[in-house]
């Protein structure tokens, strides 16, 4: 079952808004006003008015082909907050041992409320990760110690997600986007097949899906689902 982001669910709807938008860019999805309302279940007039409201706070603007662009300011907000997500995900799995597809919605009300001061200790707690459970990059490390040299901000190199064309044969999972994240049967799946992130997979590509095939487990996936999996060379 698809889980909803409800607005009583949203702690602080602009940190949400900035996220999302984040997380648009870093699935190579143009991030515009309908791909928010998709991705948080809200109407067309409350994200215009929500986005408008940003817009003269300085958060962000809106461009001539509509697409949103975070300032400065928006973007440092954003990568605090996707920063404290991952490394709540991280926290409810690896030490409280949440189910790995029930970390994320529970880290999407985290992320709004935990202070600096405690960020700071879970990271310490979790020996200093640089990656989330799902793969994804943790953002902006270094503003907690990590020298700059060492942060993964950006996705591996020769990252293609699971649905490019001509993708086949032996790969390994690099990443599972957020969008993902909200479809807990789907992580329930990849998970009881093994499919984490590391782990070597054979990819066979069909009309409407994508197969992958670990140790002789398989399983399909719709290709709209797969272009948000991302794997690499190995």
């Known amino acids: 079952m698809k889980a909803s982001i409800h607005k009583h669910d949203l702690v602080d709807t602009t940190e949400m808004y900035l996220r999302t938008i984040l997380e648009l860019e870093e699935e190579g999805v143009p991030p515009l006003r309908a791909r928010i309302a998709e991705r948080l279940h809200q109407s067309g007039p409350t994200v215009s008015q929500t ?67 405690v960020e700071r200790r879970v990271y310490e707690l979790l020996n200093k990760p640089t990656r989330s459970p799902y793969g994804n990059p943790i953002p902006g490390l270094e503003q907690l110690g990590l020298p700059e040299d060492d942060a993964t901000d950006l996705p591996a190199h020769g990252e293609r997600n699971l649905a490019f064309p001509g993708l086949t044969g032996s790969v390994v999972v690099s990443r599972i986007c957020e969008s993902v994240q909200t ?17 070597i997979v054979t990819v066979a590509q069909e009309r409407d899906g994508v197969t992958i095939d670990k140790s002789g487990d398989k399983i399909r996936l719709p290709r709209e689902v797969a272009s948000r999996v991302f794997v690499a060379a190995h």
């Open 51 to 117: 986005v408008a409201r940003m817009e003269r706070d300085g958060l962000l603007t809106v461009e001539g082909d509509r697409h949103l662009v975070l300032t400065e300011q928006g973007r440092n907000t954003a990568i605090s907050v996707m920063r404290k997500h991952r490394l709540a995900e991280l926290l409810l799995v690896n030490v409280i041992g949440m189910p790995w597809e029930e970390a994320h919605e529970e880290a999407c009300r985290w992320e709004h409320v935990m202070s600096d001061s």
């Open 183 to 199: 479809n807990s049967d789907v992580l329930r799946q990849l998970h009881a097949a093994g499919i984490d992130p590391g782990t």
